[in-house]
């Protein structure tokens, strides 16, 4: 005798909503951080003060999905900032993409959930990226000199965004249900 189980077609997943709410919420932050600085930096607010934020995002989301996601996250918000920018399209897109893929795997035997391990790995990314989208302007377009490329975006990229870095990690640990 054999028992036959049959099974509805319709199989309900629970983490169907919350994944997509967790999309939304990522796009949200994308989007956000690529308007915010730019913002700023239009209206003189903050002596012009202006953290990559979609750094932030990608930094946070490679240290929470891994190498695929850091990957895609970081092309997504390249894409956005070259839309938004008057940069060469596609650089920014190249920089963070690899960006997110090398923090996923640097990170991997660290203890990624503890704000100070982020807020460093945010502070050796942003050095990571500046200088990928400085080798990348030497490659593709005429960079500025090297010693006024340092001291006019790439240190001040490196402590803005890192000053900034923990309100906008717990503000999406709190968005993203982590920091209850």
Do not use: C, N
Request: no cysteine.
């Amino acid at each position: 005798m054999s028992i036959t189980v049959r099974r509805p077609f319709h199989h309900f997943i629970s983490t169907r909503g919350r994944r997509w709410r967790r999309r939304t919420i990522l796009s949200a932050f994308l989007l956000a951080s690529v308007i915010i600085p730019g913002a700023w930096g239009e209206a003189g607010f903050l002596f012009d003060f202006r953290p990559d934020l979609v750094l932030i995002v990608v930094v946070y989301w490679a240290l929470r999905k891994g190498p695929a996601s850091g990957w895609f996250v970081g092309m997504a918000g390249g894409a956005m900032v070259d839309i938004f920018s008057a940069g060469r399209l596609g650089l920014h897109s190249l920089t963070l993409a690899a960006t997110g893929l090398l923090v996923a795997l640097a990170s991997a035997p660290l203890y990624r959930a503890h704000l100070t391990t982020r807020v460093f790995m945010v502070a050796g990314s942003t050095l990571i990226s500046s200088l990928l989208y400085y080798l990348l302007l030497v490659v593709f377009s005429s960079p500025p000199p090297w010693s006024y490329a340092w001291r006019e975006a790439i240190w001040p990229s490196i402590w803005q965004t890192t000053l900034v870095s923990p309100l906008w990690l717990w503000m999406m640990d709190r968005a993203l249900g982590r920091g209850r």
